[in-house]
């Protein structure tokens, strides 16, 4: 006799298992450049 | 746990003035989590790599450099909205640059350039908690009072910081721009999931509540006998983790009587890696 799991599993700390493997592009209407760095003083 | 590696941009180097190089010294960062540790390199040797010599250099330069590595899955967002990228910086998958205007963090606890630069920097997010987000900032290289290595930085900073990224020689903002909450951000491609991974659990379930069901496989319970309750109140195994059907699983290692059976992640498992 066997029983079907009912219990709800929750993601091991660290780690969300359901984001997708390649980052998300975003949807916004995208620029063609991003500025480049300033001098920074040491 | 996170592969992060810290390179600052006061290296040294001889290429261009170091001062110029954070986009540079956080491109280091960035390759050494989307090698997964395989590419450990500076920010002068970065530098060198864009063949560009003159004024700063931008996230375009530093994707360039990527593709070199053979690293071509990462996302330019130019921009993307913050409300996103704190998500997934949190699920510990992803690390990014971040373009910010150094004028909101001047003069805070994280300024590493002691009050003296309000211009545009690039930092690198390894990772985050609920209120503050894990950064490398090139500048932090413990000279005189200056910050040493990562700190926790308050995601309500980071934004405000994000936002202030001066976009050119107008002053305007990225805020002005877009309106609040845009970044500019570069995010590796995503930590691999490994299938099988070992794990010490300790299972520790108060009185009063269903302790642990054990599985003879995944989704198929134990069957209770006289002897043997199926479930687990309190112990420790060593164990490998698998994923199943979306649901991750333990399967307990070993030669006791319950070798072999499986469990599921709940509340009252705590998991270390082996």
């Known amino acids: 006799m066997t029983d079907i799991h009912d219990e709800p599993a929750e993601p091991v700390e660290g780690y969300v298992d359901d984001l997708p493997d390649e980052p998300p592009a975003p949807t916004i209407p995208q620029r063609d450049e991003t500025p480049k760095n300033d001098e920074a003083p040491e | 746990m996170t592969i992060e590696r810290f390179v600052t941009q006061?290296?040294?180097?001889?290429?261009?003035?170091?001062?110029?190089?954070?986009?540079a010294a956080t491109e280091a960062m960035w390759l050494y989590r989307?090698?997964?540790?395989?590419v450990a390199t500076t920010a002068c040797h970065v530098r060198s790599l864009t063949g560009d010599k003159i004024d700063g250099t931008n996230l375009e330069q530093a994707q360039g450099v990527s593709a070199h590595y053979g690293i071509t899955a990462g996302q330019l967002w130019r921009p993307g909205t913050f409300d996103a990228l704190v998500p997934l910086i949190r699920s510990g998958r992803y690390g990014a640059h971040l373009q910010v205007g150094y004028s909101v963090l001047a003069n805070t606890p994280y300024d590493c350039f002691e009050g003296r630069f309000r211009g545009?920097?690039?930092?690198?997010?390894?990772?985050?908690?609920i209120t503050t987000g894990r950064v490398g900032d090139p500048?932090?290289?413990?000279?005189?009072?200056?910050?040493?290595g990562w700190q926790d930085i308050p995601w309500t900073l980071l934004?405000?910081?994000?936002?202030a990224l001066p976009l050119g020689e107008s002053g305007l903002t990225l805020?002005?721009?877009f309106g609040s909450g845009h970044v500019y951000a570069y995010l590796t491609p995503a930590d691999p999931i490994p299938a099988s991974s070992e794990w010490r659990v300790t299972i520790s379930v108060p009185k009063g509540v269903p302790a642990v069901a054990l599985?003879?496989?995944?989704?198929?319970?134990?069957?209770p006998t006289d002897t043997d309750s199926g479930r687990i109140r309190s112990t420790a195994y060593n164990c490998k983790r698998t994923k199943v059907n979306g649901y991750w699983w333990f399967q307990i290692e070993g030669s006791g009587?319950?070798?072999?059976?499986?469990?599921?992640?709940?509340?009252?498992?705590?998991?270390?890696?082996?």
Do not use: E, I
């Open chain 2, 10 to 23: 006061f290296d040294g180097c001889t290429y261009c003035s170091a001062g110029l190089n954070c986009t």
């Open chain 2, 139 to 148: 500048g932090a290289d413990g000279r005189r009072s200056v910050p040493q």
């Open chain 2, 34 to 38: 989307a090698s997964q540790g395989r």
């Open chain 2, 120 to 129: 545009g920097h690039d930092v690198y997010l390894t990772s985050g908690g």
């Open chain 2, 215 to 223: 599985y003879s496989k995944p989704f198929v319970k134990v069957v």
């Open chain 2, 175 to 177: 805020d002005q721009d």
């Open chain 2, 257 to 274: 009587t319950n070798a072999g059976r499986y469990f599921t992640p709940n509340a009252y498992t705590k998991a270390v890696p082996r």
């Open chain 2, 159 to 163: 934004r405000r910081a994000a936002g």
